[in-house]
């Protein structure tokens, strides 16, 4: 039977949904996708539950209309407002020679437990982006079945405020609607425009979107780095507005009508004021590009700062800068980012996938279509996702179910004396073993339990 996956990019100028459908044989088919009106967000943040929740709702009804679908499961997304980022590592021995899925979980995991988070933050991705057989290379892609006495795993970490989680699920609840997962923006829409060659070369994917930026860093087989800038193609609008004395909705039709302006003649547009009803001024459309110019040339800027302050060099950036989302549509974005940027950039839209039209292959979709692609599998090869569990490429549900999550393993399996705060992170690692099946007691006594915490303090 087939599987109905909805997609909902939660933007702060518009909610993006896409409806896809997988079929028994795991072939993927976009069905519909659409935009409707967000509020109560703003910058990335939910600030009113209330109308977040409606406009969740409304944008959930419109892609059920428009697809004749009933979703079957959920991915949503969350902004990398506020992101905190650890890099995380873990050795452990194979003892029967050959690596094992619950191997591999183990090691992902235990090298989760070693991620340095505030408390007022839970991770929902834990991407292992390297991995180690005995003195082999670096890189290995998948050790899944490879012979050898120890791997070793890095992992890049995704945590987000658990207050933000918490306001997205309050409005969630509120629209009647339950998430499978929660996906961070910018991982979704890298899904969505990256292909296999610019992510082992490494690319910088920037969705620009209504009201802010999402960068993220691919390199070989995982996002590297995430970066959050609260500036969006509406502070164009804005900027218009006020500098042609013109409304909003004027100037946000300015702005999508830019393209159809001939510049180079010097052409003069006819505005409304603004507050007057019957009363309009001529605009030469040179200072529209300029202003317009001006605000993207400034997005850029930041977006250059941002991408110096991650470490990341050129070399290491292969396939240059991947540009998507709605500021995108504006023609001269890639000319100013390959100047600004200093290196090759492409606009991105989504993946050709069957169904998908190429209307509807618009820039701005793409971490809607992103987010279905994840709920299909469509993600790095091995991942913890917000639920804790491991995901992996190509798995299977009958075995999926027999993976434990970190909170699995965390209530059943440790306990702390009372009393007595213990940073078991790394002892909960070493006690674990590649093989525990799920329903296995661990037992661990109390006396050593106490040394080994005075071990960690020095």
Request: a negative charge; hydrophobic letters at 40%; one cysteine or more.
């Given at each position: 039977?087939?599987?109905?996956?909805?997609?909902?990019?939660?933007?702060?100028?518009?909610?993006?949904?896409?409806?896809?459908?997988?079929?028994d044989?795991g072939?993927?088919?976009?069905?519909?996708?659409?935009?409707?009106?967000?509020?109560?967000?703003?910058?990335?943040?939910?600030?009113?539950?209330?109308?977040?929740?409606?406009?969740?709702?409304?944008?959930?009804?419109?892609?059920?209309?428009?697809?004749?679908?009933?979703?079957?499961?959920?991915?949503?997304?969350?902004?990398?407002?506020?992101?905190?980022?650890?890099?995380?590592?873990?050795?452990?021995?194979?003892?029967?020679?050959?690596?094992?899925?619950?191997?591999?979980?183990?090691?992902?995991?235990?090298?989760?437990?070693?991620?340095?988070?505030?408390?007022?933050?839970?991770?929902?991705?834990?991407?292992?982006?390297?991995?180690k057989?005995?003195?082999?290379?670096?890189?290995?892609?998948?050790?899944?079945?490879?012979?050898?006495?120890r791997?070793?795993?890095?992992?890049y970490?995704?945590?987000?405020?658990?207050?933000?989680?918490?306001?997205?699920?309050?409005?969630?609840?509120?629209?009647?609607?339950?998430a499978?997962?929660?996906?961070?923006?910018?991982?979704?829409?890298?899904?969505?425009?990256?292909?296999?060659?610019?992510?082992?070369?490494?690319?910088?994917?920037?969705?620009?979107?209504?009201?802010?930026?999402?960068?993220?860093?691919?390199?070989?087989?995982?996002?590297?780095?995430?970066?959050?800038?609260?500036?969006?193609?509406?502070?164009?609008?804005?900027?218009?507005?006020?500098?042609?004395?013109?409304?909003?909705?004027?100037?946000?039709?300015?702005?999508?009508?830019?393209?159809?302006?001939?510049?180079?003649?010097?052409?003069?547009?006819?505005?409304?004021?603004?507050?007057?009803?019957?009363?309009?001024?001529?605009?030469?459309?040179?200072?529209?590009?300029?202003?317009?110019?001006?605000?993207?040339?400034?997005?850029?800027?930041?977006?250059?700062?941002?991408?110096?302050?991650?470490?990341?060099?050129?070399?290491?950036?292969?396939?240059?800068?991947?540009?998507?989302?709605?500021?995108?549509?504006?023609?001269?974005?890639?000319?100013?980012?390959?100047?600004?940027?200093?290196?090759?950039?492409?606009?991105?839209r989504?993946?050709k996938?069957?169904?998908?039209?190429?209307?509807?292959?618009?820039?701005?979709?793409?971490?809607?279509?992103?987010?279905?692609?994840?709920?299909?599998?469509?993600?790095?090869?091995?991942?913890?996702?917000?639920?804790?569990?491991?995901?992996?490429?190509?798995?299977?549900?009958?075995?999926?179910?027999?993976?434990?999550s970190?909170?699995?393993?965390?209530?059943?399996?440790?306990?702390?004396?009372?009393?007595?705060?213990?940073?078991?992170?790394?002892?909960?690692?070493?006690?674990?073993?590649?093989?525990?099946?799920?329903?296995?007691?661990?037992?661990?006594?109390?006396?050593?339990?106490?040394?080994?915490?005075?071990k960690?303090?020095?």
């Amino acid at each position: 039977m087939a599987t109905n996956i909805l997609g909902i990019d939660i933007g702060s100028i518009k909610i993006c949904t896409a409806m896809a459908e997988i079929s028994d044989s795991g072939s993927l088919r976009i069905v519909a996708v659409s935009e409707d009106e967000s509020k109560g967000i703003k910058k990335g943040s939910i600030t009113n539950i209330e109308l977040a929740a409606s406009s969740i709702k409304f944008a959930v009804s419109e892609i059920e209309k428009k697809s004749g679908k009933k979703y079957d499961k959920v991915i949503i997304s969350i902004s990398g407002k506020d992101v905190q980022e650890s890099d995380c590592g873990y050795v452990m021995n194979i003892p029967d020679g050959e690596v094992t899925l619950k191997q591999i979980e183990t090691a992902v995991h235990s090298a989760e437990w070693r991620a340095k988070i505030p408390q007022d933050y839970e991770i929902i991705h834990t991407l292992p982006y390297n991995f180690k057989m005995d003195e082999q290379q670096d890189y290995i892609e998948d050790p899944l079945g490879m012979n050898g006495s120890r791997l070793e795993v890095q992992t890049y970490n995704i945590a987000v405020p658990k207050s933000s989680l918490m306001n997205l699920q309050k409005a969630l609840e509120k629209a009647g609607v339950k998430a499978d997962n929660v996906v961070l923006s910018g991982y979704a829409s890298a899904i969505a425009t990256l292909n296999d060659d610019e992510k082992y070369l490494g690319a910088v994917v920037v969705d620009m979107g209504g009201d802010t930026c999402n960068m993220v860093v691919h390199s070989k087989n995982s996002i590297r780095h995430s970066d959050f800038l609260a500036i969006g193609s509406s502070k164009i609008t804005s900027d218009l507005s006020t500098v042609l004395h013109t409304s909003i909705a004027q100037a946000e039709e300015i702005k999508r009508k830019f393209e159809t302006f001939s510049i180079k003649d010097n052409e003069l547009i006819e505005l409304p004021d603004l507050g007057e009803e019957h009363t309009t001024h001529e605009v030469d459309v040179s200072l529209i590009e300029q202003i317009i110019e001006s605000r993207i040339k400034e997005t850029l800027m930041i977006l250059t700062k941002f991408l110096e302050k991650s470490g990341y060099s050129q070399k290491e950036l292969g396939a240059g800068v991947i540009l998507t989302g709605g500021m995108t549509r504006l023609s001269c974005v890639k000319r100013l980012a390959n100047d600004i940027f200093g290196m090759s950039a492409r606009i991105a839209r989504p993946a050709k996938i069957e169904g998908f039209s190429d209307i509807d292959r618009d820039p701005a979709h793409s971490c809607a279509i992103g987010l279905c692609l994840y709920g299909a599998g469509k993600f790095t090869p091995y991942e913890i996702d917000s639920n804790r569990k491991l995901r992996y490429k190509g798995e299977n549900l009958s075995i999926d179910k027999n993976l434990m999550s970190i909170k699995e393993l965390d209530l059943h399996h440790f306990h702390t004396p009372k009393g007595v705060k213990m940073d078991l992170k790394i002892d909960e690692a070493e006690a674990m073993k590649a093989s525990i099946p799920k329903t296995k007691e661990i037992i661990i006594n109390p006396l050593t339990k106490m040394i080994n915490w005075f071990k960690n303090l020095f």
